[in-house]
T-cell receptor, first 116, second 113 residues
Framework: AQTVTQSQPEMSVQEAETVTLSCTYD???????LFWYKQPPSRQMILVIR??????QNATENRFSVNFQKAAKSFSLKISDSQLGDAAMYFC?????????????FGKGTKLSVKP | EAGVVQSPRYKIIEKKQPVAFWCNPI?????LYWYLQNLGQGPELLIRYENEEAVDDSQLPKDRFSAERLKGVDSTLKIQPAELGDSAVYLC???????????FGPGTRLTVL
């Protein structure tokens, strides 16, 4: 069975500083995708970043970057120069290629607060 | 480009009543998903459509839940009869193809009294 674990229910960061959100996962597949989604109070899930497991290079998207450690099955999200608008729930998600390919498996989320 | 549209945004019903949610995916997206999100949890897949075919409905409680995607575009998710435990957010998402990035709608928050 595939699982995604986010061990930090809540995190806090000062505006303009850097924060890292943790995620570990388990899958028996060798090909898969990993995602970070952001869910503000409006409830709409917004894609933050996507990583293909076959790519060794870590994905980056402006102030957002990941540290993908395939052997350790770890996929952390780093937010640099944090802004008030970054406050939200952040969900890590796994999508396998085979079997139930296309189905996203989500973690329980990390609530990020940004202090002015 | 318009995003995934869902309606209603909020719904309050009495238990044992029926309820339906509607989703319009991003234009051209063949794959459509319905997710259930309980409070404090991540979303869980209920059903996935590829065009008009339900290709994965293994997590859909078929005794009370049903879904359809006529003509492979809009989709409706129905609950009949609703139970107290069905109170949750129902999210719809779509993607161009099965392993492409999924884009989510704003969800429907259901409260069953």
């Amino acid at each position: 069975a595939q699982t995604v674990t986010q061990s930090q229910p809540e995190m806090s960061v000062q505006e303009a500083e850097t924060v890292t959100l943790s995620c570990t996962y388990d899958t028996s597949e060798s090909d898969y995708y990993l995602f970070w989604y952001k869910q503000p109070p409006s409830r709409q899930m917004i894609l933050v970043i996507r990583q293909e497991a076959y790519k060794q290079q870590n994905a980056t998207e402006n102030r957002f970057s990941v540290n993908f450690q395939k052997a350790a099955k770890s996929f952390s999200l780093k937010i640099s120069d944090s802004q008030l608008g970054d406050a939200a729930m952040y969900f890590c998600a796994l999508m396998n290629y085979g079997g139930s390919q296309g189905n996203l498996i989500f973690g329980k989320g990390t609530k990020l607060s940004v202090k002015p | 480009e318009a995003g995934v549209v869902q309606s209603p945004r909020y719904k309050i019903i009495e238990k044992k009543q029926p309820v339906a949610f509607w989703c319009n995916p991003i234009s051209g997206h063949n794959t459509l998903y319905w997710y259930l999100q309980n409070l404090g949890q991540g979303p869980e897949l209920l059903i996935r459509y590829e065009n008009e075919e339900a290709v994965d409905d293994s997590q859909l409680p078929k005794d009370r839940f049903s879904a359809e995607r006529l003509k492979g575009v809009d989709s409706t998710l129905k609950i009949q009869p609703a139970e107290l435990g069905d109170s949750a957010v129902y999210l719809c998402a779509s993607s161009s193809y099965r392993t492409d990035t999924q884009y989510f709608g704003p969800g429907t928050r259901l409260t069953v009294l």
